[in-house]
Antibody, heavy 121, light 108 residues
Framework: QVQLVDSGGGVVQPGRSLSLACVAS????????MHWVRQASGQGLEWVAI????????YYRDSVNGRFTIARDNSKNTLYLQMTSLRTEDTAIYYC??????????????WGQGTLVTVSS | DIQMTQSPSSLSASIGDRVTITCRAS??????LAWYQQKPGKVPKLLIY???TLHSGVPSRFSGSGSGTDFTLTISSLQPEDAATYYC??????????FGQGTRLEIK
């Protein structure tokens, strides 16, 4: 079955960087768009970024554009999120999520367990 | 950006009740609408995509309808395990992907 294993979260000071990774299994990773979605404690879901199946198309929410970079290595079935210039408002659980389509037009049908990022001095 | 507004923000219903949650888009999104269920401490799960298509393994008491700007999620006969927060999400070609603020459903 589909499995997404998120990792890389931790406690980091404001202004510093952190990298997340998500290892996928149970499906043909290179055929699907992949997202990062985050959720602050007690809050709703917030989409962060999307990368198309082949890595050519990448889009970000405005608040992270220019600070976060989404990437994928289809040979390793792995999704990444490089986060720089972190702010306290980036504190959240970050989920790696699989789209039903090659891009972002299918709905999100599989979610990782999430990895907690805490930005605090 | 297209905004997604859910109503109500919370509700309480009894076992066996028919429950309806609505989601309104600030612009037409055709049927590019999904619904998710998130139980406390758990990962969200896809219930419905394309506004009305039930995702694999989802009980048939869940249904979705709507197109354009107005959508509904209906639970035909509420069960104890349906206590959760429900989110709508639009995913048409106009990014960003956007979620509604969520509807918390409690069992009386």
């Amino acid at each position: 079955q589909v499995q997404l294993v998120d990792s890389g979260g931790g406690v980091v000071q404001p202004g510093r960087s952190l990298s997340l990774a998500c290892v996928a299994s149970g499906f043909t990773f290179s055929n699907y768009g992949m997202h990062w979605v985050r959720q602050a404690s007690g809050q709703g879901l917030e989409w962060v970024a999307i990368i198309s199946h082949d890595g050519r198309d990448k889009y970000y929410r405005d608040s992270v554009n220019g600070r976060f970079t989404i990437a994928r290595d289809n040979s390793k079935n792995t999704l990444y999120l490089q986060m720089t210039s972190l702010r306290t408002e980036d504190t959240a659980i970050y989920y790696c999520v699989k789209d039903r389509s090659t891009g972002w037009y299918g709905g999100l049908d599989s979610w990782g367990q999430g990895t907690l990022v805490t930005v605090s001095s | 950006d297209i905004q997604m507004t859910q109503s109500p923000s919370s509700l309480s219903a009894s076992i066996g009740d028919r429950v309806t949650i609505t989601c309104r888009a600030s612009q037409a999104i055709s049927n590019y609408l999904a619904w998710y269920q998130q139980k406390p401490g758990k990962v969200p799960k896809l219930l419905i995509y394309a506004a009305s298509t039930l995702h694999s393994g989802v009980p048939s008491r869940f249904s979705g309808s709507g197109s354009g700007t107005d959508f509904t999620l209906t639970i035909s006969s509420l069960q104890p395990e349906d206590a959760a927060t429900y989110y709508c999400q639009k995913y048409n070609s106009n990014l960003p992907v956007t979620f509604g603020q969520g509807t918390r459903l409690e069992i009386k």
